[in-house]
């Protein structure tokens, strides 16, 4: 009877350690302040952004994917750049995964964020900082919004676009070639009409490792001034 005492204060002495040192983890990992300009280029590229070689296809990737290799572990290839995954953009074609968006996700608390993040088929955490993880949740949490259909106004677009964005893209918006496989310049009125949401994105929170600078917390844009650009932008040619 002495010595199943002895065994069971062991364990409970154990299991104190350890919720002690997970209370601790979880108390160092919220102390850290994510970024979320950042948190939106890591949804983007965040391999990238964080500067991670990744082999092979990720673990969640489905195997009838398209998209096998590097690309498979971008958040945006499952989840979409309009964050709804399957129900969105990427519900058919090449990107198809039949993976759920994140949107609804940014009613989750950090805590779970976290967990869901650094464990598990995930597991973040072998790759990204402490910082990136916590960018990524602020991400998740504040930056997303639901892809609006309503039409921008193009006369106040082409202001905005004059004002922050001709003198790096061009006054034609054909100073960078997204997508060289094809003939001619693929510019910004281009990547406007042939992706919109991946457009907003950009626009709100730049591209991964570039000057590009969010239209949202830079230039301190409206989720309407957003549209008026997007507007402005598919009229290029």
């Known amino acids: 009877m002495k010595k199943l005492f002895t065994v069971v204060t062991m364990l409970v002495v154990a299991c104190l350690i350890i919720s002690c040192d997970l209370s601790e983890a979880s108390s160092q990992s919220s102390n850290v302040k994510g970024d979320l300009v950042k948190g939106g ?16 296809s990720h673990p ?33 074609g090449s990107h198809f995964t039949g993976i759920t968006g994140t949107l609804q996700a940014s009613q989750t608390s950090p805590e779970k ?22 960018s990524l949740i602020k991400f998740v949490r504040e930056g997303q919004v639901a892809f609006s259909k309503e039409a921008g106004d193009i006369t106040n677009g082409q202001k905005i676009f004059d004002a922050n964005c001709s003198s790096c893209h061009g006054e034609d918006g054909n100073n960078f070639d997204f997508n060289g496989k094809k003939d001619g310049i693929q510019g910004v009125g281009w990547l406007a009409n042939d992706n919109p949401q991946e457009s907003i994105h950009k626009y ?4 991964p490792n570039a000057d590009m600078p969010s239209m949202v917390v830079d230039a301190k844009l409206s989720e ?14």
């Not at 709100?204 to 591209?207: D, F, M, Q, S, T």
């Open 113 to 134: 964020l976290y967990a869901v993040l650094t464990t598990g088929q995930h597991d973040f955490g072998q790759y990204m900082s402490e910082v990136d993880i916590q």
């Open 224 to 237: 309407k001034q957003i549209l008026d650009l997007l507007a402005y932008t598919q009229t290029l040619k």
């Open 60 to 92: 969640l990737y489905p195997a009838t994917g398209k998209k096998q290799g590097g690309s498979s572990w971008r958040c945006k290839e499952c989840h979409g750049w309009d964050y709804v995954g399957k129900d969105g953009r990427y519900a058919k």
């Open 204 to 207: 709100r929170w730049g591209h």
């Open 41 to 56: 280029q890591l949804y983007d590229n965040w391999p990238q952004v964080s500067g991670v070689k990744t082999e092979g």
